[in-house]
C-alpha cells in the first residue's frame, strides 16, 4: 500500500534541507579558507569563526525541518542512539554528501584559479601523523555532538539557554591541529572534486567514533533519562521511549508499558 502524499512530504523536505543546509555549511567553510589577491592565507581562525557561524544560521533556518544534522557523523550517532531510522539515517547521509559536492563544485567554478582549490582539502599537518590526527579528531568530533545531544535535551525540556549557539561554538575547535573537519561530508566535497585522497580515512573514521561515542555516552550515562535498562532497551532493539518515560517519571517500567499500549490501541481504534 502507497504511503499518502501528506505522509512522504514531510520527509522529503527534511531531505531537501540536509541537501541545502551541508551545501551552505560547506561552501561558507571553504570560502573561508580561500586567501585573497596576493594574500597568504588567514590561517584556522577564519574557517573555525565561519563554520560557528554558518552552523547557528543553518539550525536556525533548518532545525524545525530536519533538525540541522548536515552532518553524516551526528546522523549515524542519532542512529545509533535509536533517535532516527535507518532509512531516514541513509537519505540524510547521502543527502548530506550531495550537498557537499554541489557546494565544493560550485565554488571551484567560481574560482579564478583553479589551483587555489588545494586550500579546500583537509590535510594532516606536517607536525602530525595520521594516527595523531585521527585522534584529534575523535576529540573534536565527541565534544561537538555531545554538545549536540545536550542541547537538544534542554530544548525538549523547554529551557531558555540558546543551544544552537553553544553548538556554534563547539564546532569550532581543534581546527589548529589536524584542519577538524568533524564532518565526513565536508572532506568528501573537496576530495571529489580535486582528487586528493591522502589520509581520507582519517576523516571518515575519526569523526565517526567520536560521534557515535558522544552520543552513547550522553544518552545511556548522562542524560537525566539515563539508565542500565534503557541502554538494554536500545541493545535488544526495544521500545526506548517506554523505558526513558518511566525513568523520567519514576513509574514502574510494566505500568508505563501498559499505558504505551493501551494509548497505541486507542489511536488503532481511532483510526
Known sequence: MALPLTSLR?????????LLGTLV????????????????????????????????A????????????VNPAVTLALLATRRVDSLRAVFFICAQCVGACLGTGALYLALPLKTTA???????????????????????TFQMVFTVF?????????????????????????ARFSGASMNPARTLGPAIITGFWE??????????????????????????????????????????????TASMTGSSLSTVTQNAIRAKQGNKTDN
Open 10 to 18: 514531510p520527509f522529503w523536505r527534511a531531505v531537501l534541507a540536509e
Open 25 to 56: 555549511l560547506v561552501s561558507a567553510v571553504l570560502g573561508s579558507l580561500m586567501p585573497g589577491p596576493g594574500e597568504a592565507s588567514g590561517g584556522p581562525l577564519y574557517p573555525a569563526l565561519a563554520v560557528g557561524v554558518a552552523i547557528v
Open 58 to 69: 543553518v539550525a536556525h533556518c533548518f532545525g524545525e525541518i530536519s533538525g540541522a544534522q
Open 118 to 140: 588545494d586550500h579546500f582539502v583537509n590535510k594532516v599537518p606536517l607536525e602530525l601523523n595520521a594516527a595523531q590526527a585521527l585522534g584529534v579528531e575523535i576529540l573534536c
Open 150 to 174: 545536550s542541547a537538544e535535551d534542554q530544548r525538549r525540556r523547554d529551557s531558555p539557554e540558546p543551544g544552537n549557539l553553544a553548538v556554534g561554538f563547539a564546532h569550532t575547535a581543534g
Open 199 to 244: 589520509n581520507h580515512w582519517v576523516y571518515w573514521i575519526g569523526p565517526i567514533l567520536g560521534a557515535v561515542l558522544a552520543g552513547v555516552s550522553h544518552d545511556f550515562f548522562f542524560a537525566p533519562s539515563a539508565s542500565r535498562q534503557k541502554l538494554v532497551a536500545c541493545l535488544t532493539c526495544k521500545d526506548i521511549e517506554i523505558v526513558e
